[in-house]
């Protein structure tokens, strides 16, 4: 038993969501506006000092004693405000401090008490007032504060030092080109107002070559201070190398009185001067926001009271080691802790999370150990720190359904909550959670304020009269809500592909945990999409991240930048290196008092090709202080890379060397047990007591609805259904049934018992129109993520600079006979010309076959100049027909020519430019000719410079293609090839009218 109570909390966006556990077990939940404002309605009667409000009757006793209040009139915005003196739970009055001065009217009031929603909730909890003092309490928290401060640029005055030369790093960035394609493009504003720079040097070997001149440090303190800097960033050249000179200007810093000091040198040992200084400048930008607002929350509780604070990788840490870099997932990591622990307790290694609200959809993948990005950029900045991989689509319930005069969209513009959907009443537009009340998919009853159910049916009327004037196509309501439906639930599918499918794994394998307000009413759609049997609802759902932080463990992170080949990595200095930072993660305050028993340590390699910069994390099992590395170990790394790199990218090179990048360390604590298992018991199937109209399976029909709270272990539900409980709904589809387990998680899973025929859109066999502007817009967002995820795919295998960082690349998919059909948002020069590139293929080359691969960058067949090299790939059936073609054009930094770079200015004639390669071809058959494509690469007067780099990305660029073709085999798979190939001209012909 405990001794003390424990809370875990998660501050979001919107609402803060507490659980707590008292010193019997007992456990709490409470949910509240993250502004830590309470807001209701009652009526007012003018002269008079009390009012009562029904749903405050649950309230703690004397609850809302002291606090403010303030009243507003529907009619206008004027307020008048007061503090309430008396609270009587048992009614739900208010006494109020002086009469009400206003007209009698229902009013709507907002109560105040100027703390943070944290301290709120446990007060809530504890059932204390403001008088009366908090208890010793541990206290989990995860918090949006510096997510918001990132994302509104509202964090601390800050400045970045770094060496001379470099004053417009942070401007310059790694030239990348996020929005192309936008004509009015805005840049993120910076996070540093200012930089300065100061007179030093040290060599890629740490060598110092300049000494630290302490007079320029002291200008450029001068200059911090006339402009009123309070927080300042740190990043040198190569300080990942030799920190001296960071910490030589970090105590200069500190003499000078400034508080707020980060250098980079003290969280990072990699390579990556752009993102490390970036990373600084996070750090220095949030830290003085974050450390304000916990010293505000722990001001307002006991002194012995503990706060520990969620990071983005999902672990907890003590609030002195909480920086601005580890708190931009700091709540989506809770929800990645929750479903992966909610998988666990009932028996599943591998999840996909589901995490759908009211403006975007998050996906992750659980695989028995969680997911990490380790370079990441949001918000316009990059973040080097370990991260959960999460994937975000602009998908919720407030996404916005529109008609381009073409076809039917759904977000990625949402109505938020004002005005809300158009069923709020405030004339929003239509919205995804329309489609869903007008389907029956949310049961009205359970909304907390009435819904108008008018303005839905109005939204739709309109959008189905400008849908049947622009294309002839006379949609019923019906059929236009359900096909918005289909093309949001396919947006969210194509989320957890890119996590899935995208990387290698088969979705199919993995169970479905749907969380958040809104995914229980696409769990099961979505599901089908992906071929996935089996969807988890846990009893949190809608406060799930809260739960991931109660059972989250302390976790320290740290690693050390090596940048050896591995051939060349003895494993008796590897074991040193290890045991080196596992010293100095042990040695960390969190973890220097414990037991080494009760730590645990995890290793992993992250290692690459030679060239190239994409790297992978290997675990190195049973490799720390206790267990020196052995040779073996070394081996079954180096195959686990081979498979994670074939399974991920399609292909890999075992003869290619491989370079150790990094060694990374992960210590953890848990100091909780794990829930009890979670199974299933003997099966009840209950019968409706209620019914509803529901869509589902292609069809409107009767379908039972039952509350969650109301089920014991066991009761089975034969869909469809829908259940309901206070925070969501989840829809059980036609062909599902929905069992409650022992430790009340519903568990959905797909039987096909029973199903009505499908919804002819769904099946491969039947030929759809053109016309159908549902239709088209499901199919374009299909071949559009292909084409980007092929270019994701050359940028991670790529080892050029320009393709890997200036994103100077661009991929698309042609129809058979060399006409574009989609391309990714990549480089507007290259997509006009490479249909022309991939035609003169076609014309030189009248016997393809399966296997072929060609190599061009003839300006005079559609190349653009001589970098730029286009690789394109036929892609056959199985019988040997020519379908498409997927091809992918990459500017590369060499190719030869009379100047380095390849682009001389004063060129007389094309050889002068570089090397030219006429329709090569690249792979006969399957036969790679890589060696022949050398010699050509260093052919000629001018040869290219650096011909094993170009051979490297000409790689990448036909493991893009291969990547491509083989997603769309598989879409060939799931709808049919005529399907497939006939919205490939369809959305020719869309374009074509939609540019008229």
């Excluded at 009757?57 to 609850?63: I, K």
């Excluded at 990448?956 to 060939?972: C, D, P, S, T």
Aim: aromatic residues 6%; negative net charge; glycine residues 8%.
């Amino acid at each position: 038993m405990q001794n003390r109570w424990q809370f875990a909390v998660d501050v979001g966006g919107t609402f803060t969501d507490c659980i707590a556990s008292s010193p019997d077990g007992i456990e709490y939940r409470y949910k509240l506006l993250s502004t830590g404002v309470v807001k209701g309605s009652a009526c007012l009667k003018s002269g008079s000092s009390s009012f009562s409000d029904k749903r405050r009757c649950a309230d703690p006793d004397d609850f809302w004693i002291g606090w403010s209040i303030r009243f507003l009139h529907e009619a206008n915005s004027s307020a008048t405000k007061h503090k309430v003196v008396q609270f009587d739970p048992e009614t739900g009055t208010f006494q109020l401090d002086h009469p009400v001065d206003t007209v009698d009217g229902i009013y709507r009031y907002e109560l105040h008490a100027e703390l943070p929603a944290p301290v709120i909730a446990m007060r809530w909890v504890l059932k204390l007032p403001l008088a009366a003092s908090l208890p010793p309490l541990d206290l989990r928290l995860g918090t949006t504060r510096g997510t918001n401060a990132l994302l509104t640029r509202t964090g601390a005055r800050t400045a970045l030092i770094t060496t001379r030369g470099f004053k417009d790093l942070l401007e310059i960035g790694n030239q990348s080109r996020p929005n192309i394609f936008e004509l009015g493009i805005t840049k993120h504003v910076k996070l540093a107002c200012m930089t300065e720079t100061v007179n030093e040097r040290v060599s890629s070997t740490g060598f110092i070559t300049t000494e630290l001149e302490e007079s320029s440090v002291e200008q450029a303190i001068m200059a911090l201070k006339e402009n009123g800097i309070e927080s300042v960033a740190v990043c040198l050249l190569n300080s990942y190398r030799n920190s001296t000179h960071e910490q030589q200007i970090a105590r200069l810093l500190s003499r000078h009185g400034f508080q707020h000091i980060c250098c980079s040198s003290d969280f990072s040992s990699l390579i990556n001067l752009v993102a490390r200084a970036e990373t600084t400048v996070v750090n220095a930008y949030l830290n003085p926001v974050l450390q304000q607002y916990i010293e505000q929350i722990h001001d307002e509780l006991n002194a012995e009271s503990s706060i520990r604070m969620m990071t983005s990788s999902g672990g907890l840490v003590n609030t002195p080691d909480f920086t601005g870099k580890d708190s931009v997932l700091s709540g989506p990591a809770g929800g990645v802790v929750g479903y992966s622990t909610a998988a666990r307790v009932t028996g599943h290694r591998s999840a996909i999370g589901f995490d759908m609200g009211g403006t975007s959809t998050d996906v992750s993948r659980f695989d028995g150990a969680y997911s990490y990005e380790f370079e990441t950029q949001k918000s316009g900045v990059q973040i080097s720190t370990p991260m959960m991989a999460i994937e975000t689509v602009a998908a919720g319930g407030g996404s916005i359904c529109r008609f381009d005069g073409i076809k039917l969209t759904v977000g990625p513009a949402s109505a938020g909550a004002d005005p809300g959907p158009a069923c709020y009443g405030r004339g929003g537009p239509l919205c995804v959670t329309d489609l869903n009340v007008h389907l029956g998919r949310i049961y009205p009853n359970q909304f907390p304020f009435p819904l108008d159910l008018d303005a839905i049916e109005d939204r739709l009327l309109e959008l189905r009269q400008v849908v049947a004037e622009k294309t002839g196509e006379d949609l019923s309501s019906d059929e236009l809500a359900t096909g918005l439906l289909q093309i949001a639930n396919e947006n969210m599918a194509q989320a957890i592909r890119s996590i899935s499918v995208a990387e290698g794994y088969d979705p199919k394998e993995y169970l479905l945990v749907s969380f958040g307000g809104a995914a229980g009413q696409h769990a099961c759609a979505v599901s089908e999409q992906l071929g996935i049997s089996s969807v988890l609802v846990h009893p949190d759902a809608g406060i799930l991240s809260a739960y991931g932080i109660r059972h989250a463990d302390q976790t320290e992170h740290a690693e050390r930048g090596i940048y050896q080949l591995l051939h060349q990595v003895d494993s008796s200095f590897l074991s040193e290196w290890i045991n080196g930072v596992a010293r100095e993660v042990l040695s960390r305050p969190a973890l220097q008092s414990l037991p080494k028993s009760q730590v645990k340590i995890k290793t992993a390699l992250e290692l690459r090709f030679s060239g190239l910069d994409a790297s992978l994390v290997i675990p190195l099992d049973n490799a720390d202080q206790d267990h020196p590395v052995l040779d073996e170990q070394i081996e079954a790394v180096v195959d686990s890379f081979h498979a994670m790199h074939e399974q991920k990218y399609g292909y890999t090179e075992r003869d290619r060397e491989l370079e150790l990048v990094a060694v990374r360390i992960q210590a953890t604590h848990a100091d909780r047990k794990s829930d009890p298992l979670s199974k299933s018991v003997e099966k009840e199937v209950l019968q409706p007591e209620t019914t509803t109209d529901l869509w589902s399976g292609g069809g409107k029909s009767s379908a039972g609805v039952f509350q969650l709270a109301e089920l014991n272990p066991g009761n089975t539900i034969i869909g469809p259904a829908v259940v309901t409980d206070l925070h969501s709904t989840t829809i059980v589809d036609f062909g599902w049934q929905a069992e409650l387990l022992s430790g009340h998680e519903l568990l959905l899973s797909f039987t096909e018992a029973d199903r009505p025929t499908e919804d002819d859109r769904g099946d491969p066999q039947v030929i759809l129109s053109g016309t159908d502007p549902i239709q088209l817009e499901i199919y374009n967002n299909l071949f559009a993520a292909i084409a980007a995820q092929m270019g994701i795919t050359l940028r991670n295998t790529s080892a050029s600079v320009n393709v890997k960082e200036r994103l100077d690349y661009s991929c698309a998919i042609f129809t058979e006979d060399g006409r574009l059909v989609v391309n990714a948002p990549h480089i507007p020069v290259h997509l006009g010309a490479m249909g022309e590139t991939v035609r003169n293929v076609i014309d030189r080359n009248p016997v393809m076959r399966d296997g072929d691969v060609f190599v061009t960058n003839n300006p005079f067949q559609g190349g653009s100049h001589l970098p730029d090299v286009t690789v394109v790939t036929p892609v056959f059936n199985a019988v040997g027909k020519r379908l498409f073609f997927t091809a992918s054009r990459a500017h590369h930094a060499e190719i030869g020519g009379i100047s380095p770079g390849s682009m001389p200015p004063f060129s007389r004639h094309l050889g002068e430019e570089g090397v030219l390669i006429d329709d090569f071809k690249l792979s006969d058959a399957g036969q790679w000719c890589g060696e022949s494509l050398l010699a050509v690469l260093n052919s000629g007067d001018y040869p290219s410079r650096n011909p094993e780099t170009n051979l490297q990305d000409i790689q990448a660029q036909v493991a893009a293609n291969h990547q491509g073709a083989k997603a769309l085999m598989q879409l060939i798979a799931d709808r049919g090839q005529e399907n497939v190939l006939s919205f490939m001209n369809h959305i020719q012909s869309a374009a074509s009218r939609k540019m008229r």
